[in-house]
């Protein structure tokens, strides 16, 4: 079983040591060399990085590498198959990354590992992108009309998602070639359709990834579409987490935009 997971980072960092890992410097166009390859070779969107973020590292992997399994993890970022207990005690986090070994026992039985989903409870998915502050309803509404136009067969499940209240999220994922193949021929037919389409001209910089975010829910609309069979696995953050802040600017959100 010939598995590639690419892990998106912007500079450099800490990596993996299994070789199923493949460090990708994504946005890599017109950068200084961070020693890892970059998203700009080979058939590539990079100079979209600003707006697309982690999907040209998506769009990379699909034009350029071959193998039986493919998928995407974050610098920060990783599966694992270790218990939460075990995670609070262990000091070096990356000895407890997900293995080859226990990637592929996981893929033996499901077609697409994710993460476990995020749960909102008080919001719908629709809600939550909404009253993101650095996101606008009009922009949303692009995606949605790009959806309905381009793939009408998708639009309920589209409109299913957005109505949940939990989703996986971080664009991360392992999942068999040629589901991979058909997922980003349809992920990218919506995602550059309706960057072509959002003025960003005036936006600030955290503003001009609306259609990244946005992508992080195009998963769960495609599988839900599809049918695919899959297994949620834990994601490791590598550094530390403020919950207490993270939790209150979630709050605040809800009440102010």
Request: overall charge positive.
């Amino acid at each position: 079983m010939n598995i590639k997971v690419i892990v998106a980072t912007h500079k450099k960092y800490r990596m993996p040591e299994d070789k199923i890992y493949i460090p990708i410097h994504v946005g890599k166009v017109g950068k200084p060399d961070i020693g890892f390859t970059g998203d700009d070779t080979g058939d590539n969107i990079s100079n979209q990085n600003s707006r697309l973020c982690e999907l040209t590292g998506i769009y990379w992997a699909w034009k350029n590498i071959e193998a039986d399994y493919i998928g995407l993890v974050h610098y920060r970022r990783h599966f694992t198959c270790s218990s939460a207990l075990k995670r609070l005690f262990t000091k070096d986090k990356f000895s407890l990354v997900a293995t080859e070994k226990e990637i592929e026992s996981i893929l033996k039985k499901v077609d697409v590992i994710v993460p476990n989903k995020r749960k909102y409870y008080i919001e719908t998915m629709e809600s939550h992108f909404l009253h993101l502050p650095y996101t606008f309803e009009k922009d949303y509404r692009v995606l949605e009309e790009v959806i309905k136009k381009k793939t009408p067969d998708y639009y309920d499940s589209f409109k299913n998602v957005m109505n949940g209240t939990s989703a996986h999220m971080f664009n991360m994922f392992i999942m068999k070639k040629e589901l991979f193949d058909k997922y980003c021929e349809w992920l990218f037919t919506i995602i550059l359709e309706a960057d072509k389409k959002i003025d960003v001209t005036d936006y600030d910089r955290m503003q001009t990834r609306a259609v990244a975010y946005y992508g992080e829910f195009m998963l769960d609309v495609w599988m839900k579409k599809n049918g695919i069979n899959y297994k949620e696995v834990d994601v490791m953050f590598m550094e530390k987490q403020n919950w207490f802040i993270k939790g209150g600017s979630f709050l605040m959100r809800k009440v102010k935009k």
